[in-house]
């Protein structure tokens, strides 16, 4: 089955459409977005927020934005006003009023009591160890905990005083009674609530006691009326037990259903939410939105564009198994963005003076450039010319090879929008590094004079007097390891790429860049695409390189 753009439908679609036939959840279509608030989002994140807010758009359906906040030790309101702003900034609405799981603390509290009346709960007092030793094997049963046969009353005494505070934290859990026998280790009489006596960032000192991820998602979901709740592949194996809570809270009626899909796996990248938080408690990095993390506050402040990623995410699909994406595919897909949408302007990040010695000291005219090629609406602005300019110090060489077609002694070159100028000598200092270039021009190549002379190399400049000065941050991969975590041996940090980060200082730019604004995105003419950083103001003007021309890295696999 197709859609009416040919674009087949991915497994999950095909759920849904014969969902729709067949006239479940009165066809309706709901998911959500369920984070929990320990930390900031990353590009996995951000492949699963398109995908479940763009099932709920494009059936016609909602989508809710819920956070699991059942941990209050890890959580903080930073992490939850910096995942609203990520969907926020990707392009997406939730449904009403943001959800939160501790909004339904009291019903999974009555539930909780409902497992225990039904003797599908108890309390256990034994230790985490014990626990574990008695899990069994996938082929071997679990041994049952001695008080797996508590009466009634006594669990429902326990849990209560759980609940208000009277026994120390990891002294009981209550458990649910389900199959010791299971294959699927998940349903071995599963923990769950726990005793955590921590402020939580909503409901404070109110609870002693918090659900697990388990026992709290698919009740939550059931409460929202989600009709798909879709998950990465690791929550496969607890579908079993969402649905056995269910079937004793809900029955048989139509409900949530749980459809797993592989997580995006990205190459020279972790995506681990404990990983990155390492990175930034032991400073390898400057937070969270460092430009060099995956996360969507870092990519943002890099100079990704949400349709960028959207478009990613759209490109990669859903599928079944986990694969690894390559991470020059998500470069790609940004360059084909910005190539739209950026202005195109003359930046000079390592600059060498040159002169040319036959215009008029003190003399400005502008040069007409158009600011972005790719669209036919673009604008043009003007760019100040005069005698004094800087060009790119790799541009110049005084002994250079025959394919060499930029500048060198007697050779022409084009400016960019201005004249053919010919290297007529430069200057040295006593180390005999080249300190200026000197060059005449010739006052009848202006561009768009109608002048046919040609020649095979064209530079960007910016007037010495004229240009604004800039930090430019050189970003490049933070790890230059395809698989940092695939070593076990060795410690995911040994992969650092060392030259991750280049700051230069010395940068001149077009006068037009001096009111640009922070996330402002633009093409530095034959440099890559840069956008400005958020340390950046109208003193200090700080731009961040958000992806090269071309992927300089498949050259070194």
Partial sequence: MEESNNKSLNFIEQIIDNDLKEGKNEKRVYTRFPPEPNGYLHIGHAKSICLNFGLGEQYGGKTNLRFDDTNPSKEDDEYVNSIIEDVKWLGFKWDGDIHYTSDYFDQLYVWACDFIKKGLAYID????????????????????SPFRDRGVEENLDLFERMKNGEFEDGSMVLRAKVDLSSPNMQMRDPVMYRILRAKHHRTGHDWSIYPMYDFAHGQSDYIENI??????????????LYNWYLDH???DVDRTQQIEFAR????????????LMQLVEENIVSGWDDPRMPTISGLRRRGFTPESIRNFADRIGVAKRDNIIEYSLLEFMLREHLNKITDRVMAVIDPIKLTISNYDEGVFEDCELVNNPEDDNSEKRNVPFGRNLFIEKSDFMADAPKKFFRLSPGKEVRLKGAYIIKCEDYITDAQGNVTEIICTYDPETKSGSGI????????????AEKAIDAEIRLYDRLFNDEDPLGHEDKDFKEFINQDSLQIIKSCKLEPSLANAKIEDKFQFMRNGYFCVDKDSNPGNMVFNRTVALRDSWAKKK
Avoid: D
């Fill in 125 to 144: 007092e034994q230790t985490s160890e014990q626990m574990r030793e008695q899990r069994g094997t996938p082929q071997e049963p679990a041994k049952p």
């Fill in 227 to 240: 009709t798909h709740s879709i998950c990465t592949l690791e929550f496969e194996n607890h579908r079993p």
């Fill in 249 to 251: 809270i809900a029955g």
């Fill in 264 to 275: 995006l796996n990205l190459n020279y990248t972790v995506m681990s939410k404990r990983k």
């Fill in 452 to 463: 046919s002379r040609k020649v095979k190399g064209v530079l960007h400049w910016v007037s």
